[in-house]
């Protein structure tokens, strides 16, 4: 993001230095001192990452800090899953640190997945010699240039004084704002040379001044219209959680009844359980929630961004609805869908101010009257609820599976989900009643970050109890971080949704390519006839694997038996519990949206079409 870029709200309170807030006196040390004692005293407390040529002398320095608490990971990429998890968690900035060249291009795709779902990060890389830059020397790679346009901004440092402003200005732009990921990369001898230190340096962000208070103009505008409207709709992204504006959105709603969606990456930020909650959007999203916004004649879009996964086709998105749209990044607003009232401001100030606007307008005898749209909305969810059919032929329903998880777990357990058709059914068939424990990679669709981004959970939370639920897919692609959590005692929870294929690939290949399953069958060979393998005949397998990264694994593949591994996985907290659960092959995630397609067009079912009749107004 260019510094001049109008960025986003303080959603996190700004650094402040441990001392106190006087400056320390001077002292001499090299430029990896100086990096841990930064990262000391804009209180990272964790650090995710693995050592290499570049980045070693930081690491020495790091072995003597009784601040910063190192987790050696086996790859860069749970590195940065792991920090994007103990971020969403905690609300704390993420840190994961990688050598020069390949250990910096492995944290590419957290990297671009945290961008995406605006996720505060501190990516630290080491990078050749300043004089090899540019050279082609060994391990090296542009770092800063690969990442520009997936960081919200970069830093590349050679000099060893500018090491503290660089720590601190990292930490202040990706936790203000709109959240992001920020890469530092610091030079070997940058590392190495001698220099001063002092605490706290001075900012120099002369471009970066984000809005978060919002037009008084604009928002007594936005209550106006939500208190003429008919059928309005609030649409909650995940800016609301960011901005720890929950509570604020559920006085607004309370305030003036509306009905509230809840966006994938906003799914806590109100009570699934509240009558006013009609569910998520989208194109797996329920009935109602999608029908409301294509029917709705007000739209208030808070900290949410019109996503294609929730729009469908664009020009057919919600024909009728004028746009009220709050967010803290004015690059948002307008990009995909034109604003009737636009309103830039953190969304925690925004709906302060809109439930005071909005109770004035009461006073003056304005108020809404959603009796009639409240009757078509409860009859969308009384035709058309969620729910699944039982396999007839006696196996476990993936449904049922993680149904039964969110159920028995403990109170306030965070479950951290990877990527597909179990995402969707943790999404639909889990209760989110509190903000911070529904963590997923919604904008990047990133597989492989469940089992990570629940390590990094469980790290900055070790009260709580984490689950990851993943696939057979996503699980091959990140278990070895599994080690990871059993030498560091971090006790995550693990259930492995195995269906033998990339699920959600191969429900495409079933509905639009006339059921030729072309490459994603995982559990055997390209000679297989593609029937399922008895549990002990899958490569690999999972509990074997599990058990040798130092994991108590327990398989499961009989509804009878689904409650009591369950149940015995929740009372396991000395080490890390997978559970391989053998699922029905054929179970697919409804309702949907077809890609590209109107959400008009929503299926309930296999070929069952909602009917909402010819009338608009319906």
């Given at each position: 993001?260019?510094?001049?870029?109008?960025?986003?709200?303080?959603?996190?309170?700004?650094?402040?230095?441990?001392?106190?807030?006087?400056?320390?006196a001077?002292?001499?040390?090299?430029?990896?001192?100086?990096?841990?004692r930064?990262?000391?005293?804009?209180?990272?407390?964790?650090?995710?990452?693995?050592?290499?040529?570049?980045?070693?002398?930081?690491?020495?320095?790091?072995?003597?800090?009784?601040?910063?608490?190192?987790v050696?990971?086996?790859?860069?990429?749970?590195?940065?899953h792991?920090?994007?998890?103990?971020?969403?968690?905690?609300?704390?900035?993420?840190?994961?640190?990688?050598t020069?060249?390949?250990?910096?291009?492995?944290?590419?795709?957290?990297?671009?997945?945290?961008?995406?779902?605006?996720?505060?990060?501190?990516?630290?890389?080491?990078?050749?010699?300043?004089?090899?830059?540019?050279?082609?020397?060994?391990?090296?790679?542009?770092?800063v240039?690969?990442?520009?346009?997936?960081?919200?901004?970069n830093?590349?440092?050679?000099?060893?004084?500018?090491i503290?402003?660089?720590i601190?200005e990292?930490?202040?732009?990706?936790?203000?704002?709109?959240?992001?990921?920020?890469?530092?990369?610091i030079?070997?001898?940058?590392?190495?040379?001698r220099?001063?230190f002092?605490?706290?340096?001075?900012?120099?962000?002369?471009?970066?001044?984000p809005?978060?208070?919002?037009?008084?103009?604009?928002?007594?505008?936005?209550?106006?219209l939500?208190?003429?409207?008919?059928?309005?709709?609030?649409?909650v992204?995940?800016?609301?959680?960011?901005?720890?504006?929950?509570?604020?959105?559920k006085?607004?709603?309370?305030?003036?009844?509306a009905?509230v969606?809840?966006?994938?990456?906003?799914?806590g930020?109100?009570?699934?359980?509240?009558?006013?909650?009609?569910?998520?959007?989208?194109?797996?999203?329920?009935?109602?929630?999608?029908?409301?916004?294509?029917?709705?004649?007000?739209?208030?879009?808070?900290g949410?961004?019109?996503?294609d996964?929730?729009?469908?086709?664009l020009?057919?998105?919600a024909?009728?609805?004028?746009?009220?749209?709050a967010?803290?990044?004015?690059?948002?607003?307008?990009?995909?869908?034109?604003?009737?009232?636009?309103?830039?401001?953190?969304?925690r100030?925004?709906l302060?101010?809109?439930?005071?606007?909005?109770?004035?307008?009461?006073?003056?005898g304005?108020?809404?009257?959603?009796?009639?749209?409240?009757?078509?909305?409860?009859?969308w969810?009384?035709?058309?609820p969620?729910?699944?059919?039982?396999?007839?032929?006696?196996?476990?329903?993936?449904?049922?599976?993680?149904e039964?998880?969110?159920q028995?777990?403990?109170?306030?357990?965070i479950f951290?989900?990877?990527?597909?058709?179990?995402?969707?059914?943790a999404?639909?068939?889990?209760?989110?009643?509190?903000?911070?424990?529904?963590?997923n990679s919604?904008g990047?669709?990133?597989?492989?970050?469940?089992v990570?981004?629940?390590m990094?959970?469980?790290?900055?939370?070790p009260?709580?109890?984490?689950?990851?639920?993943?696939?057979d897919?996503?699980?091959?692609m990140?278990?070895?971080?599994?080690?990871?959590?059993?030498?560091?005692?971090?006790?995550?929870?693990?259930?492995?949704?195995?269906?033998?294929?990339?699920g959600?690939v191969?429900?495409?290949?079933?509905?639009?390519?006339n059921?030729?399953?072309?490459?994603?069958?995982l559990?055997?060979g390209?000679?297989?006839?593609?029937?399922?393998?008895?549990?002990?005949?899958?490569?690999?397998?999972f509990?074997?694997?599990?058990?040798a990264?130092?994991?108590?694994a327990?398989?499961?593949d009989?509804?009878?038996d689904?409650?009591?591994?369950?149940?015995e996985?929740?009372?396991?907290?000395d080490?890390?519990?997978?559970?391989?659960?053998?699922?029905?092959?054929?179970?697919?995630?409804?309702p949907m949206?077809?890609?590209?397609?109107?959400?008009?067009?929503i299926?309930?079912a296999?070929?069952?079409?909602?009917?909402?009749?010819?009338?608009?107004?319906?």
């Amino acid at each position: 993001m260019p510094m001049t870029e109008q960025a986003t709200g303080a959603h996190h309170p700004q650094p402040r230095p441990r001392s106190g807030g006087q400056q320390s006196a001077p002292e001499q040390v090299t430029g990896a001192q100086s990096l841990i004692r930064s990262l000391e005293e804009v209180g990272a407390e964790t650090v995710f990452g693995i050592p290499g040529g570049a980045i070693l002398p930081a690491y020495d320095p790091l072995m003597d800090s009784q601040r910063v608490r190192h987790v050696l990971v086996r790859h860069e990429q749970g590195a940065g899953h792991a920090a994007t998890g103990y971020a969403q968690a905690t609300g704390k900035v993420g840190v994961c640190m990688a050598t020069s060249g390949p250990g910096a291009t492995n944290l590419v795709t957290p990297i671009a997945d945290a961008h995406m779902d605006s996720v505060p990060l501190v990516a630290i890389t080491g990078q050749v010699a300043s004089k090899a830059i540019g050279t082609d020397a060994f391990q090296e790679a542009d770092i800063v240039g690969i990442s520009m346009p997936i960081t919200k901004h970069n830093f590349l440092v050679t000099n060893a004084d500018d090491i503290p402003r660089t720590i601190a200005e990292a930490f202040h732009i990706a936790s203000t704002g709109r959240p992001g990921p920020v890469l530092v990369d610091i030079a070997k001898d940058a590392l190495q040379n001698r220099t001063t230190f002092s605490w706290p340096p001075a900012h120099d962000l002369p471009g970066y001044r984000p809005v978060t208070k919002p037009h008084a103009k604009q928002i007594r505008e936005a209550a106006r219209l939500i208190t003429q409207a008919k059928k309005p709709v609030l649409y909650v992204g995940g800016g609301v959680l960011k901005a720890n504006a929950t509570a604020e959105l559920k006085v607004l709603a309370e305030l003036t009844g509306a009905p509230v969606t809840t966006t994938l990456m906003a799914l806590g930020a109100f009570p699934d359980s509240h009558p006013l909650h009609v569910g998520m959007p989208g194109m797996h999203g329920a009935v109602t929630a999608v029908t409301a916004l294509q029917k709705a004649d007000l739209i208030v879009a808070l900290g949410a961004r019109f996503d294609d996964r929730v729009t469908g086709k664009l020009e057919s998105f919600a024909p009728h609805a004028k746009i009220v749209h709050a967010d803290i990044d004015p690059a948002e607003i307008g990009k995909n869908r034109a604003a009737d009232v636009p309103i830039v401001g953190d969304a925690r100030e925004v709906l302060a101010d809109l439930v005071q606007a909005v109770q004035k307008e009461h006073s003056e005898g304005n108020a809404g009257d959603y009796t009639a749209w409240w009757k078509d909305l409860n009859r969308w969810r009384e035709t058309y609820p969620l729910g699944y059919d039982q396999p007839d032929n006696g196996s476990l329903s993936p449904q049922q599976v993680i149904e039964r998880i969110g159920q028995l777990a403990p109170e306030g357990t965070i479950f951290a989900a990877g990527v597909g058709q179990h995402q969707m059914w943790a999404a639909h068939y889990i209760q989110y009643e509190k903000p911070a424990t529904w963590l997923n990679s919604g904008g990047a669709g990133t597989m492989g970050y469940a089992v990570p981004a629940a390590m990094g959970a469980k790290a900055g939370r070790p009260e709580r109890t984490v689950w990851a639920i993943d696939g057979d897919g996503c699980f091959q692609m990140t278990n070895q971080e599994l080690t990871t959590c059993s030498l560091n005692n971090i006790p995550i929870k693990v259930a492995i949704i195995n269906n033998g294929a990339l699920g959600m690939v191969r429900q495409w290949q079933t509905l639009f390519y006339n059921q030729r399953y072309s490459n994603t069958v995982l559990h055997s060979g390209p000679e297989a006839d593609g029937k399922q393998p008895s549990a002990g005949t899958r490569v690999p397998d999972f509990v074997k694997l599990s058990e040798a990264m130092g994991c108590y694994a327990i398989r499961c593949d009989s509804p009878d038996d689904l409650d009591k591994v369950i149940e015995e996985a929740n009372s396991i907290n000395d080490r890390p519990v997978v559970i391989d659960f053998i699922v029905h092959e054929d179970a697919m995630v409804w309702p949907m949206v077809a890609a590209g397609t109107s959400n008009d067009t929503i299926m309930a079912a296999r070929d069952v079409r909602p009917d909402f009749g010819d009338n608009e107004d319906d």
